[in-house]
């Protein structure tokens, strides 16, 4: 299972760290990934990280946001900074125990387990 936490309310330039606990002894091979959906549009990549580390983000918050992981706390964070109020939407996210190519993990289809989603709202 997956735990999203850490949304909120934040101005424009703002942070927000978001977190996705799991449980499970094998997370630490996962591939995790953070999509968001904000409303009237469809669900859209953010960033996915590796079991090996390895990082891919979307060109729209390339250079803003960063997504680690601690695997001891079987935890994967997405740190936002200069947030703009097009990053409203609710985040979600996503695991994998199979080691897709990026390209593959930017697609939710990729997904076998799902959080519930945490709200992000930024006010301009």
């Known amino acids: 299972q997956l735990q999203a936490s850490g949304g909120g309310l934040v101005q424009a330039g703002g942070s927000l760290r978001l977190s996705c606990a799991a449980s499970g002894r094998t997370f630490s091979s996962y591939s995790v990934g953070w999509f968001r959906q904000a409303p009237g549009k469809e669900r859209e990549f953010v960033a996915a990280i590796r079991g090996g580390g390895n990082r891919y983000y979307s060109g729209s918050v390339k250079g803003r946001f960063t997504i680690s992981r601690d695997n001891a706390k079987s935890t994967v964070y997405l740190q936002m900074n200069s947030l703009k109020p097009e990053d409203t939407a609710v985040y979600y996210c996503?695991?994998?125990?199979?080691?897709?190519?990026?390209?593959?993990?930017?697609?939710?289809?990729?997904?076998?387990?799902w959080g519930q989603g945490t709200l992000v709202t930024v006010s301009s």
């Open positions: 996503a695991a994998d125990s199979r080691q897709w190519a990026f390209s593959v993990l930017t697609t939710a289809s990729a997904y076998d387990y």
